[in-house]
């Protein structure tokens, strides 16, 4: 099945400087990675996410990239504020094997991101 | 605003205790997925159902079983609820076909403790 690995697992910035999560998937049939942020006691938001038929997407703060051929993919947060620290999952997803139309998120093991003031 | 609901946010039960966690989706979406979050960890998907079709994980324990009455609302029962079986668990949605099919949209979780 798929593995993601993510690095690193804690993160500290100061507020106004720039942040990058990094993650390798092993599946080549997994076409779409989203990127989500948990904040403590909430379920997981979704912020942004890449189809492997597009190499970067960007979201006003908030930027991907993705390279399909060597199965890695990254978060950039540029300008990072207080209001950003949260837990930062990474996700590969293909269609699930059971049901065709259904897709199968594979998460990271999570990065704790802290912005300090 | 469309959404995904979980109740009760907060559910504690006793150790074999019968336990239901509910799910329900304001998105009309096609697809519902249970995954179970355990503390500084990952979320993992337990099944989901595609309309009335259910699939299992394969890994997914026997204790765990769902019902989906319909497309707005999603059960997950736990027959009997062991210690290690505490965690949070999330419901999420997705279209399942067309725009947007791709994206799972989670909702808050229900932290269940077991006592």
């Known amino acids: 099945g798929e593995n993601v690995e993510q690095h690193p697992s804690t993160l500290s910035v100061q507020e106004g400087d720039s942040a990058v999560i990094k993650c390798t998937y092993s599946d080549s049939a997994s076409n779409y990675f989203p990127w989500y942020k948990q904040e403590l006691g909430k379920g997981p938001q979704l912020i942004i996410d890449?189809?492997?038929?597009?190499g970067e997407k960007k979201d006003q703060r908030i930027a991907v990239t993705l390279n399909k051929t060597a199965k890695h993919f990254s978060l950039h947060i540029t300008e990072t504020q207080p209001e950003d620290s949260a837990v930062y999952f990474c996700a590969a997803s293909r269609r699930a094997r059971s049901s065709g139309s259904a897709r199968q998120l594979t998460f990271g093991s999570g990065t704790q991101l802290t912005v300090l003031p | 605003d469309a959404m995904v609901i979980q109740n009760p946010r907060y559910q504690v039960t006793q150790f074999g205790k019968p336990v239901t966690l509910s799910c329900s989706q304001t998105?009309?979406?096609?697809?519902m997925y249970w995954y179970q979050q355990k503390s500084s960890q990952a979320p993992k998907l337990l099944f989901h159902y595609y309309d009335k079709d259910f699939n299992n994980e394969a890994d997914t324990p026997d204790n765990f079983q769902s019902r989906r009455p319909n497309t707005s609302f999603c059960f997950l029962d736990i027959r009997s609820p062991g210690l290690g079986d505490a965690a949070m668990y999330l419901c999420a949605t997705s279209r399942g076909v067309g725009q947007g099919a791709y994206e799972q949209y989670f909702g808050p979780g229900t932290r269940l403790t077991v006592t």
């Open positions: 890449i189809r492997s038929n597009v």
């Open positions: 998105l009309n979406h096609n697809v």
